[in-house]
């Protein structure tokens, strides 16, 4: 939280009160107003050629995103946090589903000693809100969905590895029970150095907290390249949006890295919900005989790593009102005794 309050200095009350979106007709007659994301995140997608199939195996979103003329009338927009009275807010509703895996995927049996089975599906709703002038932005994300076979998750990696013919999982059986997830994130972003169109080197901070995940994450963030300033609001960073780029075709070309430090308190979809535990510790069948021990209970997942360190980077392209971005994250081992991970990240933005 103080690094999201410091990131927020010189914004006033009425700036809080006052709020609102900036009509395109008093920007720029060209800012787009719609836009869809299709976005995937999966460990076969690596850049250097080592895909893997366990982990954090998949992550697949779809978002739309508009800009109003007037302010939301939506009740929970206006208890959403805004970056001041001459903000750039950008509204979106998505839905995402989120997989783990072990390693070995054919084995039907239950592995304590690696990552669990476990899948999430999310629909999530967003304001991202950016001032130009004092180049800092506030970003809110509030996320409601389900653990467990209600996710789907199982259904989707069986169908797809049928599709493309590849081995079959075997160890959904083993997956943590139904559970609800609700979530809030707030991440407060500040540009420290930069000129805006080639460079830029700017300050985050992301608190996430409710059923789903409590954790705290600091970072830089770097951008260089052909670009449109990073504070102009959400669609400049995938759009070449500005005067007349409709019949001009603007286009960027810009490369970002983003190291970052993970605090994290909990994890639902490694931990399982807040009602729910692990299906599989359960005490073995049949009562203990005569001079032996008594029946003991399937070993618990290992427990997480409070602290990850990850590492992402990668590049955007957009021409017109069309992007393409490619990242690559490797982070540490999101539980003790396990190992490290990567996987790349696809995202088509289409605006308009």
């Known amino acids: 939280m103080a690094g999201i309050a410091l990131l927020c200095l010189g914004q006033s009350e009425d700036d809080h009160l006052n709020a609102q979106s900036l009509s395109p007709k008093t920007k720029d007659p060209d800012t787009l107003r719609w836009m869809v994301r299709l976005y995937e995140d999966n460990d076969f997608i690596n850049a250097r050629g080592c895909g893997t199939d366990d982990a954090y195996t ?103 590895h049928r599709l493309i013919h590849y081995f079959k999982p075997l160890g959904w059986s083993h997956q943590y029970p139904n559970d609800c997830l609700a979530n809030i994130d707030v991440t407060a972003e500040r540009q420290l150095a930069g000129n805006g169109s080639t460079i830029e080197w700017i300050g985050g901070s992301q608190l996430s907290t409710g059923t789903m995940m409590n954790s705290l994450t600091v970072y830089p963030l770097i951008r260089i390249g052909r670009m449109t300033p990073y504070f102009k609001g959400w669609f400049s960073q995938f759009a070449s949006t500005g005067r007349n780029s409709r019949h001009h075709k603007n286009w960027q070309l810009y490369f970002i890295c983003r190291p970052e430090l993970q605090l994290i308190l909990t994890e639902a979809v490694l931990q399982g919900g807040m009602f729910t535990s692990n299906p599989n510790l359960t005490e073995a069948e049949g009562p203990a005989k005569p001079q032996q021990q008594p029946p003991v209970s399937a070993e618990p997942y290992h427990p997480i790593n409070h602290i990850v360190f990850a590492s992402n980077f990668g590049a955007v392209a957009s021409i017109g009102d069309v992007s393409i971005s490619f990242n690559q994250n490797s982070s540490t081992a999101m539980m003790k005794g396990l190992y490290s991970h990567e996987f790349g990240n696809i995202s088509l933005d289409f605006g308009w």
């Open 58 to 160: 998949n992550g697949t979103r779809l978002d739309y995103f508009y800009q109003p003329r007037h302010p939301s009338k939506n009740p929970i927009d206006h208890l959403l946090p805004k970056a001041g009275a001459h903000s750039i807010n950008t509204y979106g509703w998505g839905i995402m589903q989120l997989m783990y895996t072990p390693k070995n995927i054919t084995d039907p049996a239950y592995q304590p000693n690696d990552y669990p089975w476990s899948g999430a599906l999310v629909v999530t709703h967003t304001l991202y809100s950016y001032n130009p002038e004092k180049k800092y932005d506030l970003r809110s994300e509030l996320d409601l969905g389900v653990i467990g076979p209600a996710s789907l998750a199982e259904q989707l990696q069986t169908g797809f």
